[in-house]
């Protein structure tokens, strides 16, 4: 698990895509955690940026519900991955690929509108 986290970690920095805070409780250490850190702002610790928080319905970051966001789930993604749905290019599946299918935000978003009743915050990645 450790070094799925640590790949998933690794191929966002290389991509230069922002990523998510591993949930509380995940096998990730906190050591490990501020490791990846300071890595992905450049070697300046972003104890100043508050972390992703996984604990609403709605996946800020990624502008998805969070049970579905395979972008901060490394479960979800591996379900994803099984079946064939995988966007190799951004790292994420193809059906939740807003880089390669624009779309798709506007699915995602109607559903926050419907629960909601006002437009999702814009993702951020």
Do not use: I
Not at 8 to 13: C, E, I, K, P, V
Not at 59 to 87: I, L, R
Not at 95 to 106: A, D, I, N
Request: proline share 8%; charged share 20%; net charge neutral.
């Amino acid at each position: 698990m450790l070094k799925t986290v640590t790949l998933t970690a690794t191929l966002m920095l290389v991509a230069g895509l922002p990523g998510c805070t591993p949930q509380p409780g995940s096998e990730v250490s906190k050591a490990s955690q501020a490791d990846t850190a300071t890595a992905s702002s450049g070697g300046k610790s972003s104890a100043s940026k508050p972390a992703h928080d996984h604990s609403g319905w709605w996946c800020n970051e990624h502008g998805m519900p969070e049970e579905v966001c395979a972008q901060c789930s490394s479960k979800v993604a591996k379900e994803f991955q099984k079946k064939g749905d995988w966007c190799q290019d951004h790292n994420r599946p193809d059906t939740q690929c807003f880089l390669c299918h624009p779309e798709l935000e506007s699915k995602f978003a109607a559903q926050y509108e419907a629960k909601y009743g006002k437009k999702p915050p814009k993702p951020q990645g």
